[in-house]
Nanobody
Framework: QVQLAESGGGLVQAGGSLRLSCAASGRTFSSYTMGWLRRAPGKEREFVAAISWSASTTAYADSVKGRFSISRDNAKNTVYLHMNSLKPEDTAVYYC???????????????WGQGTQVTVSS
């Protein structure tokens, strides 16, 4: 089992940048696929980005390609989401998630964090 804690959310102007972090507990972090997902007000939860356990494979939603980047540091049990050129439509609660299976663009992860709010003002 793994426990996840997100940080780094906040209020930013359109065009700005943020870096979200997700710290994982447990000694087997390197064996988990990690993902970032988000839920905007009034919308369903949606896939944002995913990274395999070795970081050899990544996936992104079309809406964030070229603007967001996912990375991980297995030595620090941490996964990151680097967000650039933020838009008001990126406003959402961002969740970190983990699974032993690579999920690609799917959202059915086994383990979830509590989420961190990102608000982009126009």
């Amino acid at each position: 089992q793994v426990q996840l804690a997100e940080s780094g959310g906040g209020l930013v102007q359109a065009g700005g940048s943020l870096r979200l972090s997700c710290a994982a507990s447990g000694r087997t972090f390197s064996s988990y696929t990690m993902g970032w997902l988000r839920r905007a007000p009034g919308k369903e939860r949606e896939f944002v980005a995913a990274i395999s356990w070795s970081a050899s494979t990544t996936a992104y939603a079309d809406s964030v390609k070229g603007r967001f980047s996912i990375s991980r540091d297995n030595a620090k049990n941490t996964v990151y989401l680097h967000m650039n050129s933020l838009k008001p439509e990126d406003t959402a609660v961002y969740y970190c998630a983990a699974d032993t299976r690579y999920r690609g663009t799917l959202i059915d992860y086994r383990y979830w964090g509590q989420g961190t709010q990102v608000t982009v003002s126009s």
